[in-house]
């Protein structure tokens, strides 16, 4: 069971990992060098961890740099601790850094060994961030310098109904090839990162909620269905 306090830099000598290691804390990104007790972290379940302690700096140590499916990467000592499966069929189980390395491939040259996804991570309900769903939206078809959104004929009723039940003014015109609608929304223009289409860091730490209600967004305007095997892109 997760003990709640044992949180990664506070381990044992022989399981450090490098100080440049990026952290999320309850202040922000950081780096593993710059944590220090008092600070929250996200621990595997997806709830917040108090740091009691912070250990010296260790050297000396064999390392390596692991590099995960997604390409991103990190530097852990060779004795540092791993939750992995061998599959979602297998039971999970715990294996050092060099045992992993040991042991990489299957026979057949299949990479073995993956890192069990952590729970979504557990943010508070912010009050003032400006409508989840209808950024989510503007990022997939809204314009980069501007509150208007283009919307296919197959979505425009959907789109106006959201927008009526929030309370919102707008109107819509064909655009100039008569192909979709272009709807403008009014008075969202000063809570849009207009010419600069990024997701805002307060939404990254928002409730579940909240960010589902983005990616719906997201999905509803620019997301597609696979047919070769069911999955939202």
Known sequence: EWEPDMVLINTPPEHPVALDTPLLTGRGWITMGEVKAGD??????????????????????????????????????????????????????????????????????????????AAPLQGAEVADLFDPYLFGYWLGDGSATGSTFAVGDEDIDAFEAYLSQSGRSFRRSRDSRGRSWVVYVHKIRKRLPLGHKHIPSAYFMASIAQRMELLKGLLDSDGTIAAKDGRAR
């Open 40 to 117: 929250t972290v996200p621990v595997p379940d997806g709830s917040w961890a108090h740091v009691a302690g912070v250990s010296p700096v260790f050297t000396g140590l064999d390392c390596y740099r692991v590099t995960l499916g997604t390409g991103e990467s990190m530097v852990a000592s060779e004795g540092h601790h791993w939750l992995v499966q061998r599959s979602a069929n297998h039971a999970p189980q715990t294996m050092t850094t060099k045992e992993i390395a040991d042991d990489l491939r299957s026979p057949s040259g299949q990479l073995k060994w993956r890192i069990r996804q």
